[in-house]
């Protein structure tokens, strides 16, 4: 909704998340959760991304988990949308979104090699 009220904007979406879609809004706006992940958390998490690359959204999303099943559901929402993920230090992670989110602002791509983690652009 913010979106569609300032078409002007263009919006980043800064994601933390250990890669596992567990959880959805229903149609009624109540939550669902269940584990392992549900086929339709799944395609609605899915849904989203497209959703948000629809309306010009850059998703950076930083992985707590290198399981690789994980990985790849991680993966495959950076290449859908062609945004980037990053694998940050634990330790770190705040200072690195921080950092990414300044530098998006200034146009300036990030530093992977600063030791903070690993991008990836899909």
Do not use: C
């Not at 933390?16 to 799944?42: C, K, M, N, Q």
């Amino acid at each position: 909704r913010f979106l569609d009220r300032h078409p002007q904007a263009e919006p980043v979406v800064l994601i933390v998340t250990d890669g596992e879609p567990t959880a959805h809004l229903r149609r009624d706006g109540t939550p669902y959760f269940d584990w392992p992940p549900s086929p339709e958390t799944i395609e609605l998490t899915l849904g989203e991304v497209d959703k948000m690359t629809r309306r010009g959204a850059t998703l950076n999303v930083f992985s707590l988990d290198d399981d690789p099943r994980l990985a790849a559901f991680v993966e495959e929402v950076a290449r859908r949308n062609g945004g980037r993920v990053f694998t940050p230090d634990a330790d770190r992670l705040g200072t690195y979104v921080v950092s990414d989110y300044l530098r998006q602002r200034r146009g300036a791509r990030p530093d992977s090699r600063r030791g903070h983690g690993r991008a990836r652009t899909a």
